[in-house]
T-cell receptor
């Protein structure tokens, strides 16, 4: 019940395309859903986050879509760029504890 | 540069040994979080301290312990080390009392290799 399932494990997208990463959770008590971006050799960095009372949040080229009834949320990267190549982690938190997905390695072809 | 420092950057040790990882949060940040990242387990939350007090525990083994000192730096102690403890250990800090809605600033990590 504490798991967050993330897919796909890896993703290759052409420059300018849309990258989509999906996550699913079981515990309806989760109250915060952040996405992290991690470049090789670096620590994760918060990219964008959403609360369950909102269905969509957009920041620049990054959008989170949240489906509370399906217990799913996804990250969309519009106009994907080679600089977006990184590993992306979705997460869900409850009571100051955070559970991460396994990560998606995204590669944007130039 | 996030402003969070971690030492050492790399650590190689043997099974059964004990090591201490150190984290200095950003200036003014009161909360420190510890995470473990490995290939098979992914990124896992270990423990959270706020202003010297433990606030939340995640998947932290009993062989592991942490503390946050009055100057707000934190140490993660790993004992009776096993091969499976080989991983990257990150700490992160936040300004406030540590609600996860606050942006966490991650350090560069300590890479631990247990032989």
């Amino acid at each position: 019940q504490q798991q967050v399932k993330q897919s796909p494990q890896s993703l290759i997208v052409q420059k300018g395309g849309i990258s989509i990463i999906n996550c699913a959770y079981e515990n309806t008590a989760f109250d915060y859903f952040p996405w992290y971006q991690q470049f090789p050799g670096k620590g994760p960095a918060l990219l964008i986050a959403i609360r369950p009372d909102v269905s969509e949040k957009k920041e620049g080229r990054f959008t989170i879509s949240f489906n509370k009834s399906a217990k799913q949320f996804s990250l969309h990267i519009m106009d994907s760029q080679p600089g977006d190549s990184a590993t992306y982690f979705c997460a869900a938190s409850i009571n100051d504890k955070i559970i991460f997905g396994k990560g998606t390695r995204l590669h944007i072809l130039p | 540069d996030s402003g969070v420092t971690q030492t050492p950057k790399h650590l190689i040790t043997a099974t059964g040994q004990r090591v201490t990882l150190r984290c200095s949060p950003r200036s003014g940040d009161l909360s420190v979080y510890w995470y473990q990242q490995s290939l098979d387990q992914g990124l896992q939350f270990l423990i959270h301290y706020y202003n010297g007090e433990e606030r939340a525990k995640g998947n932290i083994l009993e062989r592991f312990s942490a503390q946050q000192f009055p100057d707000l730096h934190s140490e993660l102690n790993l004992s009776s080390l096993e091969l499976g403890d080989s991983a990257l250990y990150f700490c992160a800090s936040t300004r406030g009392r540590g609600r996860l809605q606050e942006t966490q600033y991650f350090g560069p990590g300590t890479r631990l290799l247990v032989l």
